[in-house]
């Protein structure tokens, strides 16, 4: 097949546009001081034989040890009006395994789907608690081995809690975003928000523990660079 050689050129200029109108934000979230000891988790016989070598424990500041600090979720707050945006066709996973929601900071954008799992072979009960007016509270069982629970959220919420009513210690906290443009920071603090349209952006970091903070970004032909930090409240 011969190729239209003008379609061709069209083609590579496409490829330069887009390789120009888009950046990574990039940075890391550190924690000030020293977090309070996380407490283990008082699991019931069933779920305690799941962890039979040690016992999981609350996630409250999950940090590398060396001032990372994971589980913050991160987002463009505002910058975005006007922009195009689609919802992914695939959904997001959210799992109950060992008797604890993974991962346990999450994110899904709004009308796209959250598939939740049981990989336990016990009864799960899968109770959504959004605070947002329209996100639609839910409860419901969810059998060894049955069907995956999907749920859809209209409006963003920072952070749509999910917890367990079986088992009282089981919670996830998901970041429901009008967009794709969210990241949650690893276990020593990075986080990386990819191919973000040039543009300048008030990006959010929430912990839920640390609270929030915004700062402003730029992004441009190359990778855009925001650190947050969070310091430990003082104990009463
Ligand atoms: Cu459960």
């Not at 994110?107 to 799960?124: F, I």
């Not at 069907?147 to 409006?155: F, G, M, P, Q, R």
Request: net charge positive.
């Amino acid at each position: 097949m011969k190729l239209n050689p003008s379609l061709l050129v069209v083609a590579a200029v496409l490829t330069t546009l887009q390789a120009v109108s888009a950046a990574d934000i990039v940075g890391k979230i550190t924690l000030k001081g020293t977090p309070p000891a996380e407490k283990e988790l008082p699991l019931d016989a069933n779920c305690g034989k799941l962890h039979p070598a040690s016992k999981p424990t609350t996630r409250f500041y999950i940090t590398d040890g060396k001032g990372g600090l994971a589980d913050t979720f991160i987002y463009l707050k505002d910058g975005l009006t006007g922009k195009t945006i689609e919802v992914p066709a695939e959904a997001k996973v959210l799992d109950q395994k060992g008797c604890e929601y993974s991962p346990y900071v999450s994110g899904v954008q709004t009308k796209q789907k959250l598939a939740v799992k049981n990989s336990d072979e016990l009864l799960h009960n899968v109770h959504a608690t959004p605070a947002v007016a329209g996100n639609k509270e839910s409860n419901q069982a969810q059998l060894p081995k049955s069907k995956d629970l999907v749920y859809s959220y209209d409006n963003q919420e920072i952070l749509l809690r999910f917890k367990c009513d079986v088992h009282p210690w089981m919670f996830a906290y998901v970041g429901v975003v009008d967009h794709p443009y969210y990241a949650v920071s690893a276990k020593d603090g990075t986080f990386k928000i990819a191919n973000v349209p040039a543009g300048e952006y008030t990006l959010e970091a929430f912990h839920r523990k640390g609270g929030k903070v915004t700062q402003k970004v730029t992004v441009g032909a190359g990778n855009a660079t925001s650190d947050f930090s969070f310091t430990v409240p003082a104990a009463p």
